[in-house]
Nanobody, 120 residues
Framework: QVQLVESGGGLVQAGGSLRLSCAASGSIFSVSPMDWYHQAPGKQREFVAGISKDGTTRYADPVKGRFTISRDNAKNTVYLQMNILKPEDTAVYSC??????????????WGQGTQVTVSS
């Protein structure tokens, strides 16, 4: 089954940058789409960015031009480069694998999340 571990979060000032990493276990990584979501306190989890098995990317409107998702299949890792960070980016960021690549036909897999805090 797919297991995911995020890292790279931290505290930065507005305008700064962070690079998040998501390390995955499992033999299907190279053929699996991967997504980043975030969840702020009191709010629902929201889609941030996604990448297909061949590198095609998509982004939520608020992060277009600032965030870049990429993957390194040799390292079983997906990255989220976050530039020009804003206070409204503050959230717990999690990576996910959608069904059926998650090992379930009904639910996606999630990592534990990494906290990103952007101060003014």
């Amino acid at each position: 089954q797919v297991q995911l571990v995020e890292s790279g979060g931290g505290l930065v000032q507005a305008g700064g940058s962070l690079r998040l990493s998501c390390a995955a276990s499992g033999s299907i990584f190279s053929v699996s789409p991967m997504d980043w979501y975030h969840q702020a306190p009191g709010k629902q989890r929201e889609f941030v960015a996604g990448i297909s098995k061949d590198g095609t990317t998509r982004y939520a409107d608020p992060v277009k031009g600032r965030f870049t998702i990429s993957r390194d299949n040799a390292k079983n890792t997906v990255y989220l480069q976050m530039n020009i960070l804003k206070p409204e980016d503050t959230a717990v960021y999690s990576c996910s694998v959608p069904p059926p690549y998650s090992g379930s036909y009904l639910e996606e897999s999630w990592g534990q999340g990494t906290q990103v805090t952007v101060s003014s």
